[in-house]
């Protein structure tokens, strides 16, 4: 390398040099231009992921998925939407109106469920919304036997026979044990009703039930109150109101933009500079922030949703009953809700949640108590603690917190945690074998608000039992009391299930998580569903309209 | 003819590679991730029956080596098979992505050249002046600040703090209707269509997320042309230029550029290949609708065709990149011929 030679330009040639310079900042400067909004009832909902399938029997469990199903279809039977002393609007999980059904009756031994449709009613698209559409589609239910048909089985719907076409306006459902969980069962998207003059045409040979078609369309079989107008993968869904929607008069807006947006900070600066009205999925952490600014309001509710440390009770030292103890008295309960939930969250004290009918707090004994641990553990045989490893989703920033904790806590009673981080599918897939030993799970809620329902999933069955759990007596009083009319024996039931279940200390029981919506102050109507947390999208306004 | 020769056995270089390519990655894919991506595509209470029949029709249950020659057969037809995740073929899953991922990497590309160069050769021209040092500073930060940063602090000062820059959500206003699709790309197509708005929208939601890409795609390129054209400036043949009282204009651009871009060209194609994977963190900060966002969501819910299928596209995507590089440097430089 020799010297520089920038002697070789006059200043002259300098100067123009700089012209060159200056035209390109000038051009890049011109490309930064604002851009002004207007438009009539439409609201912008800022969401974290896109929906992935839309056939309502055969979906995956996504929430952003079955929301969307659960605003573009209508089912026979849907949640009682009340307003609450406070003006707040709830969907009551517990009762239970027609949607396009405009009665439900009954017999007497509770044998036959008679449904009368609303008369006059049409898809999407016009053609008729009647009885032939509804037994098409429970005959679609059953033929692809997914978890809608067991469901609906469950409920004592014995199969496609036992849903009987009276007339154009006329449904009876055969339960063959009268129970009380069908209606609960009902009114979820996995009971849409669909077209079947649209649906139809897409049945082949090799995909009888249209699996293939519905997955990505609704197009014509939509009966609820919006159509999807366009899914832009990765970017943006729009649904647009359905005007042949049996109740359209109460749909309080026209348009419904649900923009992907995957980054929760930007969420939330969206929201604060008022791009997008409603933000969903917005850290718990970042709440704070947002309650200073007027013109963003936060509203929480306290979900159905269990968190638990689950504990495999087939592997030791987990299968013995005092080590689950000791443990359950070393998690630090409080720290977690206070700083890994930040407060948005109350102790779960039970294996049937809060909300729930037949809940009690009676049986729950555990809170942080290092000595008693300790007790616990040298009776159990293990006076020196033990090596373990607790597993989480490594996409799961909450239980990357708690972790921390679990293991810092349960160093004081001598247990010596590895803390294993797995991706997201791999800890499912390890979950659904039900091979994790000790583990964070925050995930499940039960859409029917029934406590044998709850249990039966969690504590029995082979999907979902995710620790393990067996007990004969909890066993049989699931399987005597899940298809029963007796409340009052239920109800003891329940009250037995639950005391042994907390000695027994399958999990430890951590919270139930609050459902925390932000959205621009001037967005009325929200209503509540603790069913299933989906949001519906037909009662949202502005103050302004 | 000569070049179309070449050209033609370059593509068929293609194919050994491709072959190697997809073994590795059908092997990575089933073997090392771990993740069953039937969990991911039902809901837990799935019965086994159900997961079984599902695993089944996406032909799950064959043997591995059975499941890669059926792959084989089928990818040599064009089909790369169906995503998991939303039942769709991938192809067209990719298709419906790139354009998105072009549009912005293509602007990013041309803004870092149109920065990166020009400063290059200007630091070169007035080495270690102030704007050899800005060029230097630019430079470093480019290459160590994080992307995800850079994005944060455009998106918290122009949008959320000063408030010029347009919300940063996707690739157009999301109250305004996309452009008719003929290029895939919005700012072309609402120009060909004359959907003013809709152009006006699309450019200035792609002003942050270029700047942030092209920042840090700037620097080895300002790098390369200062290197490069310092080297030129040091020879003999520009010094005799400017002695027989050749304008600067005449030395710097016509010989002494020509020279010293050609290892910038190289170093384009290697970063242009590198932006159109897709950036993940760009691509969610700005809610960007683009291939990195899918390869990421594929890897995520191990769906297996869409990430043999991304791969598959990365790597061609690179070949003809520098097929195009190698051209270029013939063209710019005769010496080399095919």
């Known amino acids: 390398m020799g010297t520089v030679p920038a002697n070789i330009f006059t200043g002259r040639e300098r100067d123009d040099m700089h012209q060159v310079v200056r035209l390109l900042t000038i051009t890049l400067l011109a490309l930064l231009v604002g851009l002004g909004l207007a438009q009539d009832r439409t609201l912008i909902i800022a969401i974290p992921a896109d929906i992935q399938n839309l056939d309502p029997t055969l979906s995956s469990g996504d929430i952003s998925t079955q929301t969307i199903m659960t605003n573009v279809y209508a089912y026979l039977v849907d949640f009682a939407l009340e307003t609450d ?27 036959v469920v008679t449904f009368k449709i609303r008369p006059g009613l049409t898809f999407s698209n016009g053609d008729p919304l009647d009885a032939n559409a509804v037994k098409f589609t429970y005959d679609r239910i059953f033929g692809q036997g997914g978890v809608t048909a067991f469901l609906t089985g469950m409920a004592a719907v014995d199969g496609a026979d036992a849903v009987r076409l009276v007339d154009d306006l006329t449904i009876e459902f055969d339960i063959s044990t009268p129970n009380t969980l069908l209606l ?74 649900l923009q992907i947006i995957p980054d929760a900070s930007n969420r939330l600066a969206q929201l604060r500079a008022g791009a997008v009205d409603i933000a969903i999925d917005i850290p718990t952490k970042d709440i704070a922030s947002l309650e200073n ?36 008295y070393a998690v630090p309960y409080d720290v977690i809700l206070n700083n890994v939930l930040n407060g948005f969250g109350i102790q779960l004290t039970s294996p049937i949640p809060q909300g729930t009918p037949y809940h009690t707090d009676e049986f729950f004994v555990y809170e942080q108590d290092f000595e ?34 679990v293991q810092a806590s349960l160093r004081n009673i001598g247990i010596d945690v590895t803390i294993e981080e797995m991706p997201g599918a791999a800890f499912t897939e390890r979950m659904q074998q039900r091979n994790h030993t000790f583990f964070y799970a925050n995930q499940w809620i039960s859409i029917n608000n029934d406590p044998f329902y709850h249990l039966f999933w969690l504590l029995k069955a082979d999907c979902c039992d995710y620790t393990r759990y067996q007990n004969d007596r909890v066993w049989a009083l699931i399987d005597e009391f899940t298809l029963n009319t007796d409340a009052a024996a239920r109800e003891a039931a329940a009250m037995e299930i639950q005391e042994i279940v907390l000695d027994e200390a399958p999990w430890a029981f951590l919270f139930q998580p609050d459902f925390v919506i932000a959205m621009r102050s001037d967005v009325e109507g929200f209503a509540w569903y603790s069913a299933d947390r989906y949001v519906r999208y037909n009662t949202l306004r502005k103050a302004s309209w | 003819m000569n070049y179309l020769v070449y050209i033609v056995r370059r593509l068929f270089l293609l ?84 354009p998105a991922t072009f549009e912005l990497t293509t602007y990013a590309m041309l803004l870092a050249l149109l920065i990166g160069v020009p400063l290059g050769v200007v630091a070169a021209v007035w080495r270690d002046t102030w704007i050899d040092q800005l060029s230097r500073f630019l430079s470093v930060s480019g290459v160590s600040m994080p992307v995800f940063w850079l994005s944060l602090l455009l998106i918290y000062f122009f949008f959320f703090q000063w408030q010029i ?108 290949g590198f932006l159109l994977g897709g950036s993940v963190l760009v691509e969610n900060i700005f809610a960007w609708p683009g291939l990195g966002r899918f390869a990421y969501n594929a890897i995520a819910s191990s769906d297996y065709t869409a990430i043999q299928g991304f791969v598959l596209y990365a790597t061609t995507m690179f070949v003809v990149l520098f097929l195009i590089t190698d051209l270029i440097y013939r063209a710019l430089n005769p010496r080399i011929g095919p």
């Open chain 1, 372 to 405: 008693k641990a300790q007790a616990l553990l040298a009776e159990a045989g293990f006076p020196n603690g033990f090596e373990t490893t607790f597993t989480i989703r490594n996409d799961n920033a909450e239980a990357k917190e708690s972790a921390v904790w």
């Open chain 1, 85 to 111: 002393a406070a003006g707040n609007l709830t969907g009551n999980p517990d009762v239970f109106v027609g949607d396009i059904a405009e009665s439900i009756s009954s017999n007497d031994e509770g044998t």
């Open chain 1, 293 to 328: 600014d007027p013109n963003v309001r936060v509203e929480r509710f306290t979900t159905r949703a269990v968190g638990y440390l689950g504990m495999n009770n087939t592997v030791p030292p987990f299968d013995n009953k005092l080590v689950r103890q000791a443990i359950s």
């Open chain 2, 165 to 272: 820059a347009p919300a940063p959500i996707g690739r157009i206003n999301p109250r305004l209707v996309a452009p008719d699709t003929i290029t895939g790309w919005y700012t072309i197509d609402s120009l060909i269509t004359g959907n003013w708005k809709a152009l006006q929208s699309a450019i200035s939601v792609l002003v942050l997320p270029t700047i942030a890409l092209a920042y840090g795609a700037m620097a080895p390129l300002a790098r390369m042309a200062r290197s490069g054209m310092v080297e030129v400036l040091e020879t003999d043949y520009i010094r005799t230029a400017r002695a027989q009282g050749l304008r600067w204009r005449t030395v710097v651009f016509k010989y002494a550029l020509k020279n010293a871009l050609l290892p910038v060209v190289t170093m384009t194609a290697v970063v242009y």
């Open chain 1, 184 to 257: 609960g069962n009902m009114a979820q998207f996995g009971h849409s009703i669909l077209n079947p003059n649209v649906v139809q045409p897409f049945m082949t040979d090799e995909d009888p039930w249209a699996h293939e078609w519905l997955q990505n369309n609704t197009a014509g079989t939509e009966s609820g109150p919006y159509m999807l107008e366009t899914w832009d993968r990765g970017n943006q869904i729009v649904l647009v109101r359905n005007p042949n929607y049996w109740n359209t008069d109460a749909v309080q807006n026209d348009r419904i933009i």
């Open chain 2, 15 to 98: 194919i050994p590679l491709l072959l190697g390519v997809t073994f590795v990655v059908f092997v990575l894919t089933r073997v090392v991730i771990a993740g069953n991506p039937i969990d991911q595509i039902v809901p837990p209470m799935a019965s086994q029956e159900q997961r079984d029949r599902l695993a089944e029709r996406y032909g799950l249950t064959d043997p591995i080596a059975v499941q890669y020659l059926k792959y084989m057969r089928n990818l040599v037809r064009g089909d790369m098979g169906v995503s998991f995740q939303t039942g769709l073929p991938v192809t067209r899953e990719i298709l419906k992505f790139f």
